[in-house]
């Protein structure tokens, strides 16, 4: 593959990933708000005096937008393209109060406790639909519409190199699992699922987890609605066990909180979203 792909985060849990020709460079999401700037400088470490020239947004959840607003203030001149329904997020205050709570409360987390918010910065100069086609120099990448983690989320397909830039919707990659994720949609997620099978992938960079080497790559994308599907019985065999959604969190927890997962995954993260899995699968599936 002629893209280098190099891993920028500099905190467990950030997602940030820079895709390089020699020619053009794009970051592939950004990371947290806390963490921005120090992104920006591991982007400068790799490209010296060159330009940072595109910033792909999967989604608006702050530990994956939120950094661009401070990247941008190093870079400048960089093109953020995210989905339309991203863009619109942007610019609604009680999404930025929500990055804002869940930025500091992590930053505290690592330590961090005096920092500038920018969330009244972010922005989308390049707003994308389902089957736009971007051109980042030489890379030309579609966008695929992947509703399920969230309503915004996108694939970017660079066909010419079998590349496929992954969203949350098809699942969380920790080197030996596929973690679900599904946080609007069960079935809307299964059907993006199927749309992604239908390319031809070579390669896949998955958020929080970077370039997948050749057999994850089978393994990931023969796996991906499995996981999903498993997913699903295991709740819906709890719920018709008579278990609590406390129980079945705590089952979740014991089955998929483990490993790389452990490390870049916040408990409290865990909890919440298991909980509202539950409820689309008690929702979707339990008639």
Known sequence: MS????????????????????????????????????????????????????IFLTHSHYDHALGSAYILRKYPT??????????????????????????????????VFDYEFLGDELKVDIAVEDGDVVKAGDMEFRVLSLPGHTRCSVGYYCEKEGLFLACETLGVYDGSKI???????????????E???KLDISSVVMPHYGLL??????????????FSEQMADFILGG???????????????????????KEVYPEDALKLN??????????????
């Open 274 to 287: 298991t909980s509202i899995m539950i409820n689309l699968i008690k929702k979707e599936l339990l008639q």
């Open 78 to 111: 960089a093109k953020v393209v995210a989905g339309s329904y991203a863009a619109g997020i942007f610019k609604r205050d009680g999404a930025k109060r929500v990055m804002k709570e869940l930025d500091k409360k992590f930053a505290e987390k690592c330590g």
């Open 195 to 197: 749309r992604v099978e």
């Open 213 to 226: 080497d050749g057999e994850e790559t089978k393994f990931f994308l023969r796996n991906m609605k499995a």
């Open 3 to 54: 893209i280098k792909v190099t891993d920028v985060r500099c905190q467990k849990g950030d997602a940030a990933f820079l895709l390089d020709d020699g020619k053009t460079a794009v970051l592939y999401d950004t990371g947290f708000g806390f963490t921005g700037y120090n992104v920006a400088d591991n982007i400068k470490k790799v490209l010296g005096d060159r330009p940072l020239d595109y």
């Open 179 to 193: 973690v679900p994720s599904f946080l609007v949609g069960y079935k809307m997620s299964i059907e993006s699922i």
């Open 239 to 261: 719920i018709k066990s008579g278990y609590s959604d406390e129980k079945l969190i705590e089952l979740f927890k014991e089955k998929y909180w483990n490993g790389h997962t």
